[in-house]
Nanobody
């Protein structure tokens, strides 16, 4: 079955950087779009970034555009999220997601596979 395992979360000061990684197994990686979502306490899960099958098309939430970069490695079956210039409002549990469909990337309900999440805490 499809498994997504996130790593790389932690505590960082505002202005710092973190790199999240998601290892995917049980799927034909090249066929799946990959994405990252996050959920802060008391808030709904929200879209962060997505990358399509070829890796040439990427999408970002306005709140992270210019600070975060999503990338994928087909040889390793991994998708990374490089997060720079972190802000306290980036504090959340970050989830890796995968899906076969070509539907919209921003709607969490259009993603079928999810990891367990990794905590990112940005202190001010």
């Amino acid at each position: 079955q499809v498994q997504l395992v996130e790593s790389g979360g932690g505590l960082v000061q505002a202005g710092g950087s973190l790199r999240l990684s998601c290892a995917a197994s049980g799927l034909r990686f090249s066929l799946f779009k990959m994405g990252w979502f996050r959920q802060a306490p008391g808030k709904e899960r929200e879209f962060v970034a997505a990358i399509l099958w070829s890796g040439r098309s990427t999408y970002y939430a306005d709140s992270v555009k210019g600070r975060f970069t999503i990338s994928r490695d087909g040889a390793k079956n991994t998708v990374d999220l490089q997060m720079n210039s972190l802000k306290p409002e980036d504090t959340a549990v970050y989830y890796c997601a995968a899906d076969l469909s070509s539907s919209t990337v921003v709607n969490q309900h259009s993603w079928n596979y999810w990891g367990q999440g990794t905590q990112v805490t940005v202190s001010s």
